[in-house]
């Protein structure tokens, strides 16, 4: 089983729509929780942590965390084209006292005009 | 905000040569990483450091090895360099245990090794 899975395929939607990302992760200790943002030939970068079961917003995004069944997911409200990029999904490694991070391999969002 | 900076952003090297990347810090964070990215595969961890001259392997250690000597500061080294270590290599940090685990990335070096 792998530590983080994020199954879906290429997520095409029309600008100004909601597209909606899941990730499920092994780890039963894991704590924290994180997206990532990947723009074509960039490095990874920080959009949401979120650490409790609930929901987090942060402008245009919404991360949502369920430890009992162990899925996160996020959430993109009003859709920009510059929103196309690799999302990527990550999670501390409980095993490794949670300074390491698991990640998903990603799913690409292509937001249309 | 957290800086993460490495030396190069592209670099192309010879098979058998030594390679040294470098990655600098400004948040003295404790936490320090090396990643290599290619595609199909995601971001596989190298070698984590949580303290100067404080190393652990990470899931692929093989062929490479790491030094840090000062907090901010955290080399990847190649010592022979062979074609299938061509990838990209990502530097990250974070605050460190008791603080909080998110990590920021560097802007990654795509090496090439032919």
């Known amino acids: 089983q792998k530590e983080v899975e994020q199954n879906s395929g290429p997520l095409s939607v029309p600008e100004g729509a909601i597209a909606s990302l899941n990730c499920t992760y092994s780890?039963?200790?894991?704590?924290?929780f994180f997206w990532y943002r990947q723009y074509s030939g960039k490095s990874p970068e920080l959009i949401m942590s979120?650490?409790?079961?609930g929901d987090k917003e942060d402008g245009r995004f919404t991360a949502q965390l369920n430890k009992a069944s162990q899925y996160v997911s996020l959430l993109i409200r009003d859709s920009q084209p510059s929103d196309s990029a690799t999302y990527l999904c990550a999670v501390t490694r409980g095993s490794y006292g949670n300074n390491r991070l698991a990640f998903g391999k990603g799913n690409q969002v292509v937001v249309i005009p | 905000d957290v800086k993460v900076t490495q030396s190069s952003r592209y670099l192309v090297k010879r098979t058998g040569e030594k390679v040294f990347l470098e990655c600098v810090q400004d948040m003295d964070h404790e936490n320090m990483f090396w990643y290599r990215q290619d595609p199909g595969l995601g971001l596989r961890l190298i070698y984590f450091s949580y303290d100067v001259k404080m190393k652990e392997k990470g899931d692929i250690p093989e062929g490479y090895s790491v030094s840090r000597e000062k907090k901010e500061r955290f080399s990847l080294i190649l010592e022979s360099a062979s074609t299938n270590q061509t990838s990209m290599y990502l530097c990250a940090s974070s605050p460190g245990q008791g603080y909080s685990y998110e990590q920021y990335f560097g802007p990654g070096t795509r090496l090439t090794v032919t």
């Open positions: 780890d039963r200790v894991s704590q924290s």
């Open positions: 979120i650490y409790s079961n």
